[in-house]
């Protein structure tokens, strides 16, 4: 009698084991195929910046591969899927010679090239899918003259179907023996809105001060549209005008200011350069109630993506100004250095 229960015991477990390792293939169900002809089969969890990554249970952390290295995929998982801008919710299978069908069910949303897939993360209800955050700082020390340099960065994001939140905060602070310290603070609330094909709209609240320019505070409240020239999985460009109102005050007089300004700019990204990434950002104000003025905000960064979500990243930023604040610089520019995470 006990072997027999013992029997039937160990025919359970088995069987347990076999059902648990059946959930586990249903849920690794995309699958890859390479130009190499390999292939992998697991769980696609997004593809940005023409890298892919997959979770595989033969591996212990996830496999990123380059989107164009893939000759066939097919998913099972839903997905967000950002195509030249347009977002879709659904699954993806490769038709024939790289052509992609986007679906869901029997309904056929679009049939594209590969390479005009821009974005795919896997798709799942809640907050934490659609948020993104991140975070960097940096601190420089030399003897010489005592000099300190600490910078903060950091910002975060929340993305649906047709809009897109980001906010950002950035602080440097910079002090040197017998001069005084260097204070610079600055920040962005940013709403975007799909409307047609490449066209969006945009509204924005940027602030800003700092103490080379003498500004106390500097407050760009922004309504305007904007349009992808070029967008796909290595890289997108971008521009956007409107009318901004800009309202100034500065640290050495007390009169304020309030005009009213056109600003136009543009965004160039590139990332196809294996963990690499370059952003350029240019937006330019001429003054409508106050003529003559202009100004431009310009950032360049450079950013290395380290493993476990780890980046470094050097950043260029330059604020001119034709006609600034009494016995203030017309130009302030900052180089910082920074390692940081992101999610």
């Known amino acids: 009698m006990t072997n027999e229960v013992m029997r039937i015991f160990s025919i359970s477990i088995f069987i347990f084991i076999l059902s648990l390792s059946g959930v586990q293939l249903y849920g690794q169900s995309d699958t890859l195929v390479f130009n190499s002809g ?8 997004k593809m940005e910046k023409g890298i892919l990554e997959i979770d595989a249970a033969y591996g212990d952390e996830n496999f990123k591969v380059k989107w164009l290295q893939i000759d066939y995929i097919h998913t099972t998982s839903k997905f967000l899927i950002n195509i030249k801008n347009q977002i879709y919710e659904g699954q993806i299978a490769t038709e024939s010679d790289k052509t992609i069908r986007v679906f869901q069910a029997d309904s056929t949303y679009i049939i594209c090239a590969l390479e005009d897939i821009v974005y795919l993360k896997q798709y799942k209800d ?13 601190f420089n020390l030399t003897k010489a003259q005592d000099v300190r340099q600490f910078s903060f960065r950091s910002s975060v994001g929340y993305k649906t179907s ?3 939140f980001s906010a950002s905060y950035n602080i440097l602070r910079a002090s040197q023996s017998n001069t005084e310290t260097v204070k610079r603070t600055d920040g962005l609330l940013n709403y975007s809105r799909i409307l047609i094909k490449d066209w969006y709209g945009v509204a924005s609240i940027y602030t800003l001060s700092n103490t080379e320019q003498k500004i106390d505070l500097r407050a760009n409240s922004q309504l305007g549209i904007g349009n992808y020239l070029y967008a796909t999985n290595r890289a997108y460009w971008g521009i956007v005008t409107g009318v901004n109102n800009n309202l100034e005050r500065f640290t050495n007089s007390q009169s304020n200011r309030n005009t009213w300004e056109v600003f136009y700019g543009t965004e160039l990204n590139l990332y196809d350069v294996e963990d690499f990434n370059l952003a350029f950002v240019f937006v330019g104000y001429s003054g409508l109630t106050e003529k003559g003025r202009f100004r431009a905000d310009t950032t360049i960064d450079a950013k290395y993506d380290l493993p476990w979500n780890l980046f470094i990243r050097i950043g260029f930023s330059l604020n001119y100004d034709n006609q600034p604040a009494i ?8 180089l910082r250095t920074g390692i940081g995470w992101e999610w």
């Open 38 to 45: 390999n292939r992998i089969v697991g769980e696609i969890k």
């Open 162 to 164: 047709k809009s897109t």
């Open 327 to 334: 016995n203030a610089s017309q130009t302030d520019y900052i």
């Open 126 to 138: 809640g907050f934490s899918n659609r948020f993104s955050a991140a975070v960097e700082v940096g």
